[in-house]
């Protein structure tokens, strides 16, 4: 499904305004040179914390405002995983207190998808 126009307006916005919890993640998830991530990434009507293509992964950083709106994030998984991409739902709190833990974990889900990915960290 290509991205819709607002959503990939939003995620122009959204890539310069990252918050503290994605900025700690983006810093290390771009590091890596076996895997490629891309942030604030435009998938249909919905704008993805972070993407990584290879493993066809979405990974959502949820802070506070989450815990209002989670009927509206589970429309938003379920348009995703109709796609079949898979979502993984992470704590702002947990990237804060271990962001290089939070970067393993990623890692290691991504290998999970791909065998052939190599174990990073």
Request: charged letters at 30%.
């Amino acid at each position: 499904m290509r991205a819709s126009a607002t959503a990939m307006s939003s995620a122009r916005r959204l890539r310069r305004q990252l918050s503290l919890p994605e900025m700690l993640l983006w810093q290390r998830l771009r590091l890596t040179r076996d895997l490629r991530f891309r942030r604030q990434h435009a998938i249909g009507p919905y704008v993805a914390d972070f993407y990584c293509p290879a493993a066809r992964l979405v990974i959502e950083v949820d802070g506070r405002a989450h815990d209002s709106r989670q009927a509206k994030d589970e429309r938003r998984d379920a348009y995703l995983a109709s796609l079949g991409l898979r979502v993984s739902r992470i704590l702002a709190a947990d990237v804060l207190a271990d962001p290089d833990g939070v970067a393993d974990s990623i890692y290691r889900l991504c290998a999970a998808a791909d065998p052939c990915t190599p174990q990073l960290r």
